[in-house]
């Protein structure tokens, strides 16, 4: 087992809500500001760059239209778990609000932990930071109206869920995931783990 090996288990309890789910681990990157010509084509079409993980991310969807995310791969302990929300239970999203659960939502967590509402918002304690060295890159198709009912019921619009709601093309959820992996690779650094598979479940 080599340091740039991070196997992924990845586990789809929902299939009807999620039925593609690929994903790739990036070892080693370095997290820092993008290059001016990413900063600038964010910049064109209204979006802030944050930094070279979460920009490729952002850039290959408003290219493409397939939403993408980036987890810290060190939170994920090995695991992926698409699964239905627990009814009461509370999570922090991305900017810094708690949320509780209604018990539809679909959920992206490690089995132990929820990291994301999936196709809707980031959880605030597995998104990538200046700290992050390690990458799980991921590209999925969630149901429409799935993703629709989560986000109006928390309140949220974001550039994830307004694509997911009017439904994304399954044949490019791979074909981004390795365009924004090679580009992560290139802007960032890095080894692809498991020499360089991308695998879905």
């Not at 365009?179 to 783990?193: V, Y």
Request: hydrophobic share 40%; proline share 3%; charged share 25%.
């Amino acid at each position: 087992k080599k340091e740039t090996d991070f196997p992924i288990n990845i586990a789809i309890e929902d299939q009807a809500n999620c039925p593609r789910y690929c994903g790739v681990t990036i070892a080693g990157v370095k997290v820092g500001p993008s290059p001016e010509w990413l900063q600038k084509r964010l910049r064109a079409v209204g979006l802030a760059p944050i930094n070279n993980v979460v920009d490729v991310t952002n850039f290959v969807m408003r290219e493409l239209g397939t939403p993408l995310h980036a987890f810290d791969a060190d939170c994920l302990n090995g695991k992926i778990v698409v699964k239905q929300a627990i009814e009461g239970a509370k999570f922090t999203t991305l900017d810094g609000t708690e949320r509780q659960l209604k018990g539809h939502e679909l959920m992206i967590s490690n089995g132990e932990k929820d990291l994301c509402i999936a196709g809707v918002f980031g959880g605030l304690d597995s998104g990538i930071s200046d700290k992050t060295t390690n990458v799980f890159l991921e590209s999925a198709v969630f149901n429409a109206i799935s993703v629709r009912k989560t986000a109006r019921a928390h309140g949220l619009n974001t550039d994830a869920s307004f694509r997911f709601e009017r439904g994304v093309d399954p044949e490019l959820t791979l074909f981004a995931l390795r365009r924004a992996a090679h580009l992560i690779k290139e802007i960032a650094g890095g080894q692809f783990g498991m020499d360089e598979k991308i695998g879905r479940a």
